[in-house]
Structures are given as structure tokens and as C-alpha cells.
């Protein structure tokens, strides 16, 4: 499987959240499997730590360095591609991770139930 997670879905993980799914963890810890992290949610990340809104660790870039995700970048086409979602979710970081995950044919690990009339793979977070 090759897996997108959603910002909260990251978060939970990094903090070993026991709000996060057992499939999810299943899905995030399994070897075989290639878990991408989009740097829309890295942004989001950022944005709401610079609010006052989240607290990360200091070294939030090596936290995920240690990680065994590989990082997705935003791209022209996935860019492009936004502009062809329906307007179902306002959230634009949400918009861009169902637009990578479309692009590049990926499952997303998230909890967020709008997602799901995107018609994407979904894994519940």
C-alpha cells in the first residue's frame, strides 16, 4: 500500500496518540508499506504553530527525519488538480492532500469524514 496521512493523522502518530486507529498504526508501522508525508501538512504544521494553536517539539525537522516516511512534495500538477475537486471541503490543505493522493493513486489515513466524497481510498485514522 502506499499511504498519505492527513495532518492530524501525523500528529497522532508522532505523539504515539492512542487516538490513532489500530489499522492506521497497522497501516504506518508495516514495513512493506510506503507512507508519505505532504508538505501541505508540514505547512499546516508550521502555520498553526506560528498561531499559538499547536505545540511541536523544537526539533520538529528532526522528529521527522527519524521517521521512515518518505516526503511528497507539492507539485504543478497536483497544484492543477485542486482545481478539479468539487467543492465538498474549504480547508485547502485537505484539498491539496486529496488532489496528491489522486495524482499519485494514494490511500489516505484520515479521520476527516468529508474526504470520503472524493471518492479516494480511505483508512480510518
Not at 62 to 86: C, K, S, W
Not at 87 to 93: I, K, L, Q, S, V
Request: hydrophobic share 45%; with cysteine; proline share 5%.
Amino acid at each position: 500500500m502506499k499511504a498519505l496521512l492527513d495532518t492530524h493523522a501525523l500528529l497522532w502518530w508522532l505523539e504515539d496518540n492512542p487516538t490513532l486507529s489500530g489499522r492506521a498504526r497497522d497501516c504506518i508501522s508495516n514495513g512493506m508499506n510506503l507512507v508519505y508525508v505532504s508538505a501541505a501538512a508540514i505547512w499546516e504544521i508550521r502555520i498553526k504553530q506560528a498561531l499559538g494553536k499547536l505545540e511541536i517539539p523544537s526539533d520538529f525537522a528532526q522528529v521527522l527525519n527519524r521517521q521512515l516516511f518518505e516526503m511528497l512534495p507539492i507539485t504543478v500538477e497536483h497544484a492543477d488538480a485542486v482545481g478539479n475537486l468539487p467543492a465538498h471541503h474549504r480547508d485547502p490543505f485537505d484539498r491539496m492532500l486529496i488532489a496528491q493522493a489522486r495524482v499519485e493513486n494514494l490511500t489516505i489515513i484520515t479521520r476527516d469524514s468529508i474526504f470520503h466524497q472524493y471518492q479516494v481510498p480511505i483508512v480510518e485514522a
